[in-house]
Nanobody
Framework: QVQLVESGGGSVQAGESMRLSCAPS????????MAWFRQAPGKEREGVAA???????????YYADSVKGRFTISQDKAKNTMFLQMNSLKPEDTAVYYC?????????????????????WGKGTTVTISS
């Protein structure tokens, strides 16, 4: 059974930083696309960043325009954990953040445009940014 567990959410002030973690278990693919999505109250879920991991190849990362230059997605393969480093946070970054995964690496460049593209989801972690 695949499980994704997010952690690291909380409350900070605008301009500060926060790092989210996602620990997957039960996912046996060696190549995959893992992504972060977020959903603010009253809004649709939107993609934030994705990382395309291909066995024996380098990783590729993709970002929504709204976070480009501020957020960094990465993975510690030894710890089997994905991270989202969020810098220069803004009140509009306030949302529940979810990690998600699918195995169709060729779709990864566009996966953050469609939440329906993901196969497995975590339960989310809440991020609150105050002004």
């Amino acid at each position: 059974q695949v499980q994704l567990v997010e952690s690291g959410g909380g409350s900070v002030q605008a301009g500060e930083s926060m790092r989210l973690s996602c620990a997957p278990s039960g996912y046996t693919y060696s190549s995959y696309c893992m992504a972060w999505f977020r959903q603010a109250p009253g809004k649709e879920r939107e993609g934030v960043a994705a990382i395309r991991v291909v066995h024996s190849d380098g990783d590729n990362t993709y970002y929504a325009d709204s976070v480009k230059g501020r957020f960094t997605i990465s993975q510690d393969k030894a710890k089997n954990t994905m991270f989202l480093q969020m810098n220069s946070l803004k009140p509009e970054d306030t949302a529940v953040y979810y990690c998600a995964v699918h195995s169709r690496t060729y779709e990864c460049p566009v996966s953050i445009r469609d939440a329906g593209d993901m196969d497995y989801w975590g339960k989310g972690t809440t991020v609150t940014i105050s002004s």
